[in-house]
């Protein structure tokens, strides 16, 4: 479910593109130092939008560098560290157990599952640092499975499970903005529930796989869905303009209003639709 929240980095400034970068960057190697070079498996760009957010919203103090890595040995690559790209990688790691674990036990993946003890090495220390995060993720992925296995035909439901994950995500701290960035990521994590039954409609389709939108029996529609899509990506953006976001705010922006509109429209344009 995760992979949509990218930028479009084809309207992107140089600048721009090396500061998202730098932050992607910045998350790698926290998860290489926090957790374990393995980890880094898992690492998507989704987190580098989550760092930004949090930047640009409480401005922590920044370190930043530049220096090759096991992943790129030929030329040095800036990056840039702070809490919040602290956070971002901690947050990545627990996503990435979840995941590994429910494509275990979905598809007896023994792939998943190798990732799974990789990245479940580190689960303790981090749902020390962070309980309630950690807790949202387990408890609602718990909820997505529940619906899954009842076949649940309203796609409203699960898509508000996985809302309320990212919902707890994106509350770095129980402050001011709070509401207003849990509101945020309860919109985003919708979108991208949304988004991803409507892109793997065919796949899951061949597969015979659990997807809301074949569970409804209605067939395919894409209108229809463009047009949750945008209502759900509209709640998103009416939350994300009420916080006062200067620092990397044409970034944040990029993702949002066109990036994650990008892979939804190589979806259709592969397929035909």
């Known amino acids: 479910m995760f992979g949509l929240v990218n930028a479009n980095v084809r309207e992107l400034t140089p600048e721009q593109k090396?500061?998202?970068?730098?932050?992607?960057?910045g998350i790698c190697r926290q998860i290489r130092l926090r957790t374990s070079s393995a980890s880094r498996l898992?690492?998507?760009?989704?987190?580098?939008?989550?760092?930004?957010?949090?930047?640009?919203?409480?401005?922590?103090?920044?370190?930043?560098?530049?220096?090759?890595?096991?992943?790129?040995?030929?030329?040095?690559?800036?990056?840039?560290d702070n809490e919040a790209v602290q956070y971002a990688a901690d947050m990545n790691v627990a996503l990435a157990y979840y995941k590994s674990m429910d494509d275990w036990c979905d598809d007896a993946n023994l792939g998943a599952k190798v990732m799974a003890g990789v990245f479940g090495k580190h689960m303790d220390a981090i749902s020390q640092r962070y309980p309630r995060q950690c807790e949202a993720i387990r408890e609602n992925i718990e909820n997505l499975n529940r619906l899954e296995k009842e076949n649940?035909?309203?796609?409203?439901?699960?898509?508000?499970?996985?809302?309320?994950?990212?919902?707890?995500?994106?509350?770095?701290?129980?402050d001011l903005w709070a509401p207003t960035l849990?509101?945020?990521?309860?919109?985003l994590g919708r979108f991208i529930y949304l988004a991803d039954a409507a892109m793997d409609y065919r796949r899951d389709q061949r597969k015979k796989k659990y997807n809301p939108y074949i569970a409804q029996g209605a067939g395919e529609d894409w209108p229809r869905w463009e047009q949750q899509l945008v209502q759900a990506m509209a709640r998103c953006t009416q939350e994300f303009e009420r916080l006062p976001l200067?620092?990397?705010?044409?970034?944040?922006?990029?993702?949002?209003?066109?990036?994650?509109?990008?892979?939804?429209?190589?979806?259709?344009?592969?397929?035909g639709k």
Request: hydrophobic share 40%.
């Open 18 to 25: 090396n500061r998202y970068n730098s932050v992607y960057c």
């Open 42 to 80: 898992g690492l998507r760009y989704d987190m580098a939008f989550l760092a930004l957010l949090h930047m640009s919203l409480y401005e922590p103090e920044e370190t930043a560098g530049k220096k090759a890595c096991g992943l790129h040995p030929l030329r040095p690559r800036p990056w840039v």
């Open 152 to 174: 649940c035909p309203d796609p409203n439901a699960p898509a508000f499970v996985f809302g309320q994950l990212m919902g707890e995500l994106f509350v770095y701290r129980e």
């Open 182 to 187: 849990r509101k945020m990521g309860i919109a």
């Open 246 to 271: 200067v620092q990397d705010k044409a970034i944040l922006d990029n993702v949002l209003y066109s990036g994650v509109w990008c892979g939804i429209k190589r979806e259709k344009e592969e397929d």
